[in-house]
Every structure is written in C-alpha cells, then in structure tokens.
C-alpha cells in the first residue's frame, strides 16, 4: 500500500505541477508565478485533505522531493512545452484530477472514516488546488461556475467507484488504476462533449 500511495502521489504531483505552470503561462505571468502556480495546485488539495484528517505534518513536508519534483515539473513546463493549447492543459489536469481524488479517498479509508468522508476527501483533494489556482489568477474558480464542463463530478463519481471496487475485494492497485481512469476519461469526455450540470 506504501509503495502505491508513492507512486500515486509522485505522479498526480507532476501532473499538477505541469499543468499549474502552464496555466499560468495561459495567463502570461512570469516565471516566479508559473512556480508559485504549481506548488499551489500540486499541493492546495492534498494540504487541505490532511488538515481536515488530522494528518501532520501534511505530506508535502514529509518528503523534499516532492518539492524537487513540483520546482522542477514547473521549469520545464513553463520553457520547453510549446504549442500551448486548451487540449494540452486538460490532459495533466484531467491526471491530476483522477490520481489526487484516487489518493485523498485512500487516506480517509485507511483511517476507517466512512464512505462518504472518503468521497469527499478525494474530492476535496482533486478540486482543491485548482480552487487556489484560479483564485490566485483572480478569477472565479472555474469548477464553481455553471458553464464549466463536468470537473468535480468525475471526481465524485470515479471515487465512489474506487471505493465499491474496494468493497468487492478487488486489489487496491487495480480499483486504483480503474478509478482514476473513470475520472480522467470522464473530465475529457466532459470537454469533448461540453457536459455540464442543469442550470437552474
């Protein structure tokens, strides 16, 4: 289990770093902003989920690479990514999205806390950083506003299907694999297709 939450967590990290730094880019701030950008987006869900857990010191402070991994992933995205587009910063965050919400539910199980806690901590983890993203652009978080596609509902769904796989007894790294991927391929259909809630 160790070993999967370290990979799970490396990886939605580098995901998040990617594409905070390329969103910040999107919105032409510098570089010391593209790094800021991604440590807020990388970390914000993840910081959040293990204050409302209880969990100290938050995970980032346990392990200097992550913030080797997120100063660098941030680097690189901001000076050698080109071609910038929609489609491309939806793919890292779409990632991010899937492994953050995968990873915040695995933390509230493993402290026994009920289902439905465990849902909203993966949620509150996946959606989180991208909250203090855009309010750090100064805009209204793209996830609260009503013509944005489906964002915090694959991560709801993708979860609770995580968790049912769970239930069932399939291995924790199989259901982990297939709900992330229930939340990435959910978050792109939602773009492909312009999927969003009912207005009122």
Not at 49 to 76: E, H, I
Request: charged letters at 10%; glycine letters at 8%; one cysteine or more.
């Amino acid at each position: 289990m160790q070993n999967l939450l370290f990979i799970l967590t490396y990886a939605a990290v580098l995901a998040s770093s990617i594409s905070g730094a390329l969103e910040a880019r999107k919105n032409e701030m510098d570089v010391v902003g593209a790094v800021s950008i991604a440590f807020i987006n990388a970390f914000g869900g993840g910081t959040l989920r293990d204050m409302l857990l209880g969990r100290a010191p938050v995970f980032w402070l346990n392990d200097p690479y992550l913030t080797v991994t997120t100063f660098a992933a941030a680097l690189l995205a901001f000076y050698k990514i080109d071609n910038l587009s929609e489609r491309l910063l939806a793919v890292p965050d779409a990632i991010g999205l899937g492994l953050f919400s995968i990873l915040g539910a695995t933390y509230a199980l493993q402290l026994n806390l009920s289902p439905i806690v465990a849902v909203l901590m993966g949620v509150v983890t996946g959606i989180f950083g991208g909250v203090l993203r855009d309010i750090m652009s100064a805009r209204i978080p793209s996830v609260f506003r009503a013509s944005t596609e489906l964002y915090a509902t694959c991560s709801f769904i993708g979860t609770w299907i995580f968790i049912i796989l769970t239930w069932f007894h399939v291995h924790t790294f199989a259901a982990s694999i297939i709900g992330a991927g229930v939340i990435f391929s959910m978050r792109l259909l939602a773009l492909r297709f312009k999927m969003t809630l009912p207005a009122p």
